[in-house]
């Protein structure tokens, strides 16, 4: 069974950074790309960037690209989004999904409040 | 990028209602369309992708169409669990975008 399992949900200060994860479970990590989606609160979806594990290619989009660090540990089955210094704008739910061409499996969720 | 509009941005409809709704995409990406459907608290569910095919274990009520620039979901007969916010996503090229979403509430 194909599982996404995040981490808790974080409260941070402004400035400070962050990384949240995402492990894989249930299919080969290294096979499929792995996507970050944000959802602010009250608001739609938004796609922030994929990574591929296997070699680890990422593709962000524009209004993410600079903001946010996309990665993944292999050796662990397990995706990361990174902040260096959080904005209150970062206030946010944040989805890993595994991505084959677009999103299937869903995480649950980490919740960003800053 | 490739912009996604989706409308309405929010409707109302009973139960057993045909419900649809339209994404329209703001360069033609052949029929590189998923549905997503999310309820409040949980992760987004998949229910088509290219378009018009059904994701498996969603039930046949729900049917997508559309090609181009132009795409429908359907609901042909609204039931309860069907309350809940639906997102169209482009999967034609990067950045992937998703539309704004529409709200489907109880009238």
């Known amino acids: 069974e194909v599982q996404l399992v995040q981490s808790g949900a974080e409260v941070k200060k402004p400035g400070e950074s962050l990384k949240i994860s995402c492990k894989a479970s249930?299919?080969?990590?290294?096979?499929?790309?792995i996507a970050w989606v944000r959802q602010m609160p009250g608001k739609g979806l938004e796609w922030m960037g994929i990574?591929?594990?296997?070699?680890?290619?990422?593709r962000y989009s524009p209004s993410f690209q600079g903001q946010v660090t996309i990665s993944a540990d292999k050796s662990i089955s397990t995706a990361y989004l990174q902040w260096s210094s959080l904005k209150a704008s970062d206030t946010a739910m944040y989805y890993c999904?595994?991505?084959?061409?677009?999103?299937?499996?869903w995480g649950q969720g980490t919740l960003v409040t800053v | 990028d490739i912009q996604m509009t989706q409308s309405p941005s929010s409707l109302s409809a009973s139960v057993g209602d045909r419900v649809t709704i339209t994404c329209r995409a703001s360069?033609?990406?052949?029929?590189?369309l998923a549905w997503y459907q999310q309820k409040p608290g949980k992760a987004p569910k998949r229910l088509i992708y290219?378009?018009?095919s059904l994701q498996s274990g969603v039930p046949s009520r729900f049917s997508g169409s559309g090609s181009g620039t132009e795409f429908t979901l359907t609901i042909s007969s609204l039931q309860p669990e069907d309350f809940a916010t639906y997102y169209c996503?482009?999967?034609?090229?990067?950045?992937?975008?998703f539309g704004g979403g529409t709200k489907v509430e109880i009238k």
């Open positions: 996503l482009h999967h034609n090229s990067y950045p992937r975008t």
């Open positions: 990574i591929y594990p296997g070699d680890s290619d990422t």
């Open positions: 290219a378009a018009s």
């Open positions: 999904a595994r991505h084959p061409g677009l999103p299937d499996y």
């Open positions: 360069q033609g990406i052949r029929n590189d």
């Open positions: 249930g299919y080969r990590f290294t096979s499929y790309w």
